[in-house]
């Protein structure tokens, strides 16, 4: 099993930047790759960005290309999202999610990933 805690979230001004940091905890060597998603009140969750553990290949959803960047550290078996020139429409719970490599599909697919962190909120101001 794995455990993910995300931290980093908070309130900021439009075109601010904000980093978050998801931490892996449990079986982290069997990781295959590691997620954000996003999630606003009444709406799906939605893809952010991804990256396979092992080469660092990162995919990004069309909404962050450009403003996003996530990265991992090995050692620390963290995950991070820097984000610059945040927008309001940023606004969201923003989640970590991870997968062991035992499911098919798209890296960006909610369905992809078997563990989930609890979130850290993301206010963006106009």
């Known amino acids: 099993q794995v455990q993910l805690v995300e931290s980093g979230g908070g309130l900021v001004q439009a075109g601010a930047s904000l980093r978050l940091s998801c931490a892996a905890s449990?079986?982290?060597?069997?990781?295959?790759?590691m997620a954000w998603f996003r999630q606003s009140p009444g709406q799906e969750r939605d893809s952010v960005a991804a990256?396979?553990?092992?080469?660092?290949?990162?995919y990004y959803a069309d909404s962050v290309k450009g403003r996003f960047t996530i990265s991992r550290d090995n050692a620390k078996s963290t995950v991070y999202l820097q984000m610059i020139s945040l927008k309001p429409e940023d606004t969201a719970v923003y989640y970590c999610?991870?997968?062991?490599?035992?499911?098919?599909?798209?890296?960006?697919?909610?369905?992809?990933?078997?563990?989930w962190g609890q979130g850290t909120q993301v206010t963006v101001s106009s």
């Open positions: 999610a991870a997968d062991s490599g035992l499911n098919t599909g798209h890296p960006l697919g909610a369905g992809s990933y078997t563990y």
């Open positions: 990256i396979t553990w092992g080469d660092g290949r990162a």
């Open positions: 449990g079986r982290t060597l069997s990781l295959y790759r």
